[in-house]
């Protein structure tokens, strides 16, 4: 049994599932996976069940009926995890934008450091690791971590960041069912209570590279969402 377990959503991501799952088991840390799948019509889901035949310990698939977002995705997982016995729940994405080699980076943050909530993060002491995104959506992600920092007062360079690793105490602390949103303002919101719950917080330095396979679920909605979701945040605090 393994103390960790690696939260991935996937959207249609059959072109990333398999090695994206292989290049996680193949760190030296055992990680286990859970798969939340929103419903793909690509094979995803298929493709998880047989790979589920080789790893029936390690590797586990929560299957969903229709697109119901990020955040919902997450929050699933977290309450999977939550009833069974996890300490440590890391956020990551399919497409390899997060690198699986930076998992212990996140996880020694809290086990090593002390963390409650430790974040794979873009924009450290605001050096930008980021590649493959052109100037106009760089410039979006950077200014959007900068904003947040300014209407909440939150201490992090990058407040969207979705490569986290949470101890199960913040988990168990915040109230999952009332977390309104959906997108990029979900990662805002999960990182703002935890905060607000005084939990301590460790950025790491990562590379973030942008996918190349697939395709990309960015919207203008999720963006929106962001921007004037922090406002609500910062008025109604905790509640």
Not at 180 to 196: D, L, N, P, R, S
Request: glycine share 6%; hydrophobic share 40%.
């Amino acid at each position: 049994m393994s103390d960790t377990i690696v939260i991935i959503p996937t959207l249609n991501e059959i072109e990333n599932i398999k090695e994206i799952i292989s290049a996680v088991f193949s760190d030296d840390k055992k990680f286990h996976i859970l798969v939340v799948d929103d419903n793909s019509q690509d094979g995803t889901p298929e493709m998880v069940e047989e790979l589920m035949q080789e790893f029936p310990e390690r590797l586990f698939l929560e299957k969903r009926k229709g697109k119901k977002g990020l955040g919902s995705a997450y929050i699933h997982g977290f309450k999977w995890a939550l009833k069974r016995s996890y300490d440590y729940i890391i956020e990551m994405d399919a497409d390899f934008s997060h690198n699986p080699k930076d998992l212990i980076k996140l996880y020694n943050a809290c086990v090593q450091d002390g963390a409650k909530l430790s974040v794979g993060s873009r924009y450290v002491n605001n050096n930008v690791n980021v590649i493959n995104w052109n100037i106009k959506r760089l410039l979006l992600s950077y200014f959007a971590s900068k904003y947040v920092q300014f209407i909440t007062n939150i201490p992090l360079y990058d407040t969207t960041a979705g490569f986290v690793c949470y101890h199960r105490s913040v988990l168990e602390t915040i109230n999952l069912d009332k977390i309104q949103f959906v997108g990029y303002a979900f990662q805002i919101e999960m990182k703002f209570k935890t905060w607000k719950h005084k939990f301590p917080i460790k950025e790491v330095s990562i590379v973030f590279t942008d996918r190349t396979k697939g395709t990309s679920k960015m919207s203008g909605s999720i963006v929106t969402e962001a921007i004037f979701g922090v406002i609500k945040l910062r008025l109604k605090g905790l509640s």
